[in-house]
């Protein structure tokens, strides 16, 4: 969520579409919108709401903003030490979950390495050999007793070089030995019909980021460059109005593919 335009986008999109839905705060946003300030409209928001929305930290990065996220009301937390070494991702993810077990808050976690960083470079790279481990898996879960797994299976973040594929045997593999809800991050440019393949296969939760984003971009340009809105300042609300509306559209068809809408 980097703003609040985003945010009603999101949120009227769900309650339209019948959906139950996860708002994300990425750790690598925080420069662009205040934790606290943002976490404050979302939770009043969804007070209001007639759908079910939870607040979830995105690709945490430390135990200092997993405390201030838990502070602020979010309801579950990813934490991000993919990158670390494997005794050490499992030693902090470990110290994360004993905290917000504590308090209610679930946690969410990374094994292998999904293509890209999130908010990173713009096209991510796949690398087979980063791929999650099932064996691996069973392993992560019992140790750090993490409660949703975040899988590398093909997917990546950013725009996808090509049309991704997904390993769907390593994906049914990772659901029968780490007995946890899966996560696909990367979710913006995978075929629709990967997309229903992978829930069916124990996928609970997509990230969806970029689609957005680029419906955003794309809106902007027309709106500035089409010389069908006359650019003085108070054209502003209007166009912001717009890109609301086009990112609304985008989620509510991400939410049929999925499979979200109705469940609410
Ligand atoms: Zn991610």
Known sequence: ??????????????????????????????????????????????????????????????FDTVVRAVRCGFTSVMFDGSHLPYEENIAQTREITRMCHAVGVSVEAELGAVGGSEGGELMGTIDTAMFTDPAQAEDFVKRTRIDALAVAIGNAHGKYRGVPKLDFARLDDI????????????????????????????????????????????????????????LKYNAFPDIMLQVQESVAGVVAGQMTIFGSAGKA
């Open 1 to 62: 969520m980097l703003s609040t335009e985003f945010l009603e986008a999101v949120v009227g999109a769900a309650e339209r579409m019948r959906s139950p839905v996860i708002l994300n705060l990425a750790e690598v946003h925080l420069k662009y919108v205040g934790m606290e300030v943002i976490a404050a409209a979302i939770l009043r928001r969804a007070q209001t709401s007639s759908v079910p929305i939870t607040l979830n930290l995105d690709h945490g990065l430390t």
């Open 175 to 230: 659901r029968a030995k780490a007995g946890v809800p899966l996560v696909l991050h990367g979710g913006s440019g995978i075929p629709d019909e990967d997309f229903r393949k992978a829930v069916a296969l124990g996928i609970a939760k997509i990230n969806f980021f970029t689609g957005m984003a680029q419906a955003a971009i794309d809106t902007l340009r027309s709106a500035v460059t089409s010389g069908d809105v006359d």
